[in-house]
């Protein structure tokens, strides 16, 4: 995965939470998991491994708690884009620097989904934050809920320490475009937030459930991204990202199969798996959909909630 070295790169639509107190607004508020919360790649599939297999006392974790390990999230967090708007300013740092590479894609799919609406588009928000975030509508978070948009304030959050984790904790093979797709599933809730898509989801979970089916279209979302990832004018009138190859498909993959239920219960839960609990869906069932996406490109391909088989 490449960016074109020359194209002037836009920070503004990141806030950089690093560093600056570990919370936003009040203190710690209620947790991140179902539609009415944040919307997450593995955040509530680690939240039901810990309360169904790991053994985590879980008591209060309902509309009043927190994530457990919130303890060091503290309150007036504010943003300081300053290195930000030094340091990634091109393309070039792009290919070089995870921080502006995440800017890129942020441009990328803000150019992209624009194209898709004739009205009613809004970009959402990016925050950075390391340990835990509060969020202004989802409560507070910490790391370990791993990267989720937040329907009620219309932001994605995410501690890029994650894309380690990734390979060191999931042991996915990781790479620029494993990490481009973690965005364009995230962004991929924004696109259910502004369709009103993810009301329908509710908060049971199960192999078909709603919930299932919203991360299962997210991920094709990012797939449609994707095939036109190389394709899309940004504001010079050239592509942002100038060359995307297979491997980098394989890596996007590779990913979306290590953070399906099944994958995750097995190897990070308590070896068994219990497809009651799935909320994102399987590892064949990620790696299906985001295909989906990448074959067809159109966004009418995702609807996972009129499907009758879900793979």
Same mark, same amino acid.
């Not at 399906?260 to 990070?268: A, E, M």
């Not at 790696?287 to 879900?310: H, I, M, V, Y």
């Given at each position: 995965?490449?960016?074109?070295?020359?194209?002037?790169?836009?920070?503004?639509?990141?806030?950089?939470?690093? *560093?600056?107190?570990? *919370?936003?607004?009040?203190?710690?508020?209620?947790?991140?998991?179902?539609?009415?919360?944040?919307?997450?790649?593995?955040?509530?599939?680690?939240?039901?491994?810990?309360?169904?297999?790991?053994?985590?006392?879980?008591? $209060?974790?309902?509309?009043?708690?927190?994530?457990?390990?919130?303890?060091?999230?503290?309150?007036?967090?504010?943003?300081?884009?300053?290195?930000?708007?030094?340091?990634?300013?091109? $393309? =070039?740092?792009?290919?070089? @620097?995870?921080?502006?590479?995440?800017?890129?894609?942020?441009?990328?799919?803000?150019?992209?989904?624009?194209?898709?609406?004739?009205?009613?588009?809004?970009?959402? /928000?990016?925050?950075?934050?390391?340990?835990?975030?509060?969020?202004?509508?989802?409560?507070?978070?910490?790391?370990? @809920?791993?990267?989720?948009?937040?329907?009620?304030?219309? +932001?994605?959050?995410?501690?890029?320490?994650?894309?380690?984790?990734?390979?060191?904790?999931?042991?996915? %093979?990781?790479?620029?475009?494993?990490?481009?797709?973690?965005?364009?599933? +995230?962004? $991929? &809730?924004?696109? %259910?937030?502004?369709?009103?898509?993810?009301?329908?989801?509710?908060?049971?979970?199960?192999?078909? @459930?709603?919930?299932?089916?919203?991360?299962? %279209?997210?991920?094709?979302? =990012?797939?449609?991204?994707?095939? &036109?990832?190389?394709?899309?004018? *940004?504001?010079?009138?050239?592509?942002?990202?100038?060359?995307?190859n297979q491997s980098d498909i394989d890596a996007?993959?590779?990913?979306?199969?290590?953070? *399906?239920?099944?994958?995750?219960?097995?190897?990070?839960?308590?070896? /068994?798996?219990?497809? @009651?609990?799935?909320? &994102?869906?399987?590892?064949?069932?990620? +790696?299906?959909?985001?295909?989906?996406?990448?074959?067809?490109?159109?966004?009418?391909?995702?609807?996972?909630?009129?499907?009758?088989?879900?793979?």
């Open positions: 995965m490449r960016f074109d070295e020359n194209a002037r790169l836009d920070t503004s639509g990141v806030d950089d939470l690093r *560093g600056s107190g570990g *919370g936003r607004g009040g203190g710690v508020g209620g947790r991140v998991a179902g539609a009415g919360g944040g919307l997450g790649l593995v955040g509530v599939i680690l939240y039901l491994l810990l309360s169904n297999f790991a053994g985590v006392d879980m008591s $209060g974790m309902g509309a009043g708690g927190g994530y457990p390990g919130l303890d060091q999230v503290g309150s007036g967090q504010t943003a300081d884009n300053s290195s930000l708007q030094q340091n990634c300013a091109t $393309g =070039a740092s792009a290919n070089t @620097s995870t921080d502006c590479r995440v800017v890129a894609v942020v441009n990328s799919l803000d150019d992209f989904w624009a194209t898709q609406f004739s009205s009613g588009f809004t970009e959402p /928000r990016t925050n950075f934050f390391s340990g835990g975030v509060s969020t202004d509508g989802c409560g507070s978070a910490s790391s370990d @809920s791993g990267p989720f948009y937040c329907p009620a304030d219309s +932001e994605i959050y995410i501690d890029l320490t994650f894309f380690q984790e990734l390979q060191s904790r999931f042991g996915a %093979q990781g790479g620029p475009f494993s990490q481009a797709y973690v965005m364009a599933h +995230e962004y $991929g &809730h924004h696109i %259910q937030n502004l369709l009103g898509t993810n009301r329908k989801a509710g908060n049971d979970t199960g192999p078909t @459930s709603g919930s299932v089916r919203l991360e299962l %279209q997210a991920d094709c979302y =990012a797939g449609v991204w994707a095939n &036109h990832a190389t394709t899309t004018p *940004g504001p010079s009138g050239r592509p942002l990202i100038s060359e995307l996007a993959l590779d990913t979306a199969s290590r953070i *399906g239920d099944d994958y995750i219960q097995s190897n990070l839960g308590g070896g /068994r798996v219990d497809e @009651s609990q799935f909320s &994102h869906g399987s590892s064949a069932q990620r +790696e299906k959909w985001f295909t989906t996406g990448l074959q067809s490109g159109d966004p009418d391909s995702c609807d996972t909630f009129a499907a009758r088989s879900l793979g």
